[in-house]
C-alpha cells in the first residue's frame, strides 16, 4: 500500500480529524494547508442519505457558479442550420453537426462541454459509448440539450464555470467549487451555491438525513470534515 509523502503528512498535521469544521474554518484550513506547485482545485465530497440503486432518489443536477471554477472551458456545440450563427456569435469554440461527429469519431476530443440543440441528437446518440464515459455526452438533465434560442445563454454560463452534481454508484456526490487561489469569500460564495442547488435537488423518494457527511479539500491536500449543522444553515 503506497504511503502519502512527506509534504502531505506536513499537511496533514494541521487538521484536528476528530473535529467538525465550518464551512469557513475549512476553507481557511485547506488554503494554509497547500504545499502544490499548481493551482489545485477545491472539491466538495457529500455522503448522501438516499439509496443510488433506486429509480426516484437519483441526485443529480448542474449549477452555475457564481465565481465559475477558474478555468477556461472549450466550448463544443452540435447544431446545424440558422442556429450554428448563434453559437459561434455566443462565443462556441467549435461548432457543426455531421463533421463534428466523424471528428469525434475519429478520436478527437479537444473540448472540456459539449452542448446540443435537439435536432442533434438523433446524430450525436451514435457517440453514447465515446462520450458518455468521459461525461460529455448531452443531455437534457444537465441543460446540455437545449433549443437553439437558449444556446447564447447555457454557453455563457458553461464557459463562466458550471459544477455538474450527480450521485454515484455508491452514493456520494464529488464535485469541484473552484480554485484554491479564490479569495475565501468566493470559495464560500461557491459553496453555497453548490449546497443550495443539491438540496433543492431533493428527490422525492428520498427519507430521513439527505446529507450524512461532507468533506473539503484541494486536489492533493487532506480532508476536513464539514460541520453539518453550520454548512446546511
Given at each position: 500500500m503506497s504511503q502519502h509523502g512527506k509534504k502531505y503528512r506536513e499537511a496533514s498535521k494541521l487538521v484536528d480529524e476528530s473535529k467538525a469544521y465550518s464551512p469557513e474554518e475549512a476553507i481557511q484550513l485547506a488554503?494554509?494547508?497547500?504545499?502544490?506547485?499548481f493551482d489545485e482545485t477545491v472539491e466538495l465530497h457529500l455522503r448522501m442519505g438516499v439509496d443510488p440503486r433506486a429509480a426516484d432518489q437519483q441526485v443529480r443536477g448542474v449549477i452555475a457558479l457564481p465565481h465559475g471554477l477558474g478555468k477556461k472551458t472549450k466550448m463544443l456545440v452540435f447544431t446545424q442550420g440558422e442556429a450554428v450563427k448563434l453559437a459561434q456569435e455566443a462565443g462556441a469554440d467549435y461548432v457543426g453537426a455531421d463533421e463534428l461527429v466523424k471528428q469525434i469519431e475519429s478520436g478527437w476530443l479537444d473540448f472540456d462541454v459539449a452542448l446540443a440543440t435537439p435536432d442533434m441528437m438523433s446524430k450525436v446518440a451514435k457517440l453514447g459509448r465515446i462520450l458518455g464515459r468521459r461525461g460529455l455526452m448531452p443531455n437534457p438533465k444537465s441543460g446540455t440539450v437545449v433549443p437553439p434560442q437558449d444556446l447564447p445563454r447555457a454557453i455563457s454560463e458553461a464557459r463562466k464555470g458550471r459544477a455538474e452534481f450527480r450521485l454515484d454508484r455508491t452514493g456520494i456526490i464529488h464535485l469541484p467549487i473552484g480554485k484554491i487561489s479564490f479569495d475565501e469569500?468566493?470559495?464560500?460564495?461557491?459553496?453555497?451555491?453548490?449546497?443550495?442547488?443539491?438540496?433543492?435537488?431533493?428527490?422525492?423518494?428520498?427519507?430521513?438525513?439527505y446529507i450524512k457527511s461532507a468533506f473539503l479539500s484541494s486536489t492533493m491536500g487532506p480532508g476536513l470534515r464539514l460541520d453539518l449543522g453550520s454548512l446546511l444553515s
Open positions: 488554503k494554509k494547508a497547500v504545499y502544490a506547485k469569500n468566493r470559495l464560500l460564495e461557491n459553496l453555497v451555491a453548490v449546497i443550495e442547488a443539491i438540496t433543492k435537488a431533493k428527490p422525492s423518494g428520498a427519507k430521513g438525513q
